[in-house]
């Protein structure tokens, strides 16, 4: 689902002002200055973009991490 | 019921961030760009007894109402120093208290839980008069080798003293019981007949799992009470959130879209106080003239159980 990763995108630049072309899958988080908690607000939005729940867990560090976090969550 | 007065007691010792960096691996602008606190008070050589009592008399003389007056204590709190008797009783003889009380414990949801109770209390006839007091020391059980959760919390005492009248008009709760993202364990005793007892543990938190339950039932319980109300966001002078995380707070409020004054904070110099917070911000902002009569205040509590409560308040 690629359109995760663009939602994720989206989100971080909506939130962090950061330029789009520089977030890369293998981007991590704390290159991007997302801590935890920008995180964790980011997962309320794509629970509400994508309609489900996600319990985060311990070592979300790139954004290809999320991505797949959530297309386990969106499979079926 | 209405609330007659508010009191609350600090203790003398100010730890801040930097402090805090002297023996942990944190600094003043990474708990303060992720919490909002700055420093909080935490009990050094005097006890939660001590504060609660303090707060309680504070309540008491802001009320205008003799401690003879008060016909049941309540008392929230996650820890008190004894196991037995509960705190409500043990406070009373320095306030010149001589009633029933009895301690309760929803975590940071106490207060507003209290609440509920005093009103049923009072409208049953039970109870004429409540003190109702919130007192926690979560310093005695914060892991103070992680950084992750005792840079976040603070001691505190605070009170109300409840009769009858009109002004708190509602109270809500919500739960969602989830035991394993907050919470800590108690000392399993010595017991020759029990089984494999789980070990005491310090307080353990999944920081980002109470980020969203916080925000999305804060807002979802605030949301419902405002159309319980009839009231528009913009109608109510005052949120009073449990001060757990400024980053909740803003969370909650911009999703909400009111302006910054209506969402008031003192966690920059307390820390979370658990069930103390609402009552601790309710009793700076009576003292320092914030609230007037007829100011409409929402409480919104929410922590360990999971579960939330929720009261609009008309002062």
Redesign the interface.
């Known amino acids: 689902m690629d359109n995760v990763f663009e939602k994720i995108v989206e989100t971080i630049v909506d939130s962090k002002g950061i330029d789009a072309a520089s977030i890369t899958p293998d981007s991590t988080f704390k290159d991007l200055n997302v ?3 920008d ?3 980011m ?2 939005t794509l629970e509400d973009e994508f309609n489900i729940t996600i ?2 867990e311990e070592g979300i560090a790139t954004v290809q991490d999320l991505v797949n976090l959530i297309n386990e969550r969106t499979k079926g | 019921m209405r609330i007659l007065g508010t009191g609350s007691a600090l203790p003398k010792l100010t730890v801040t961030n930097d402090r805090l960096a002297g023996f942990l691996d944190t600094s003043d602008e990474w708990i303060a760009t992720r919490t909002g606190i700055r420093e909080r008070r935490l009990l050094s050589d005097e006890t939660l007894q001590s504060l609660a009592e303090t707060a309680s008399t504070r309540a008491l003389e802001n009320a205008g109402v003799a401690p003879g007056e008060i016909d049941f204590v309540l008392v929230t709190t996650v820890l008190a120093e004894t196991l037995t008797p509960a705190l409500a009783m043990d406070i009373q003889p320095a306030v010149g208290l001589k009633c029933m009380g009895l301690d309760l414990n929803a975590g940071c949801t106490g207060f507003v839980a209290a609440l509920a109770l005093a009103k049923g209390m009072m409208e049953s006839g039970q109870a004429r008069r409540i003190l109702l007091v919130s007192a926690e020391a979560l310093s005695r059980f914060v892991d103070w080798n992680d950084r992750t959760t005792c840079v976040l919390f603070g001691d505190a005492a605070a009170a109300v003293v409840l009769g009858e009248g009109e002004g708190v008009k509602a109270i809500a709760f919500d739960a969602e019981p989830r035991r394993e993202v907050l919470c800590a364990e108690t000392p399993p005793g010595n017991s020759p007949f029990a089984v494999d007892p789980a070990p005491a543990t310090y307080l353990k938190m999944a920081g980002q799992e109470v980020y969203k339950f916080a925000v999305s039932h804060s807002l979802r319980d605030i949301r419902a009470m405002l159309d319980m109300q009839g009231l528009r966001p913009e109608d109510v002078d005052y949120y009073l959130l449990h001060q757990a995380n400024l980053r909740i707070l803003e969370g909650v409020r911009t999703r909400l879209r009111v302006d910054e004054a209506r969402f008031p904070h003192d966690i920059e110099f307390t820390g979370n106080t658990s069930s103390c917070s609402v009552p601790l911000l309710l009793d700076v902002m009576n003292r320092d003239g914030r609230l007037t009569p007829g100011s409409r205040l929402i409480f919104s509590a929410f922590g360990a159980g999971l579960c939330t409560g929720t009261a609009y308040v008309e002062w």
């Open positions: 801590d935890s908690l995180i964790a607000e997962v309320m319990e985060l």
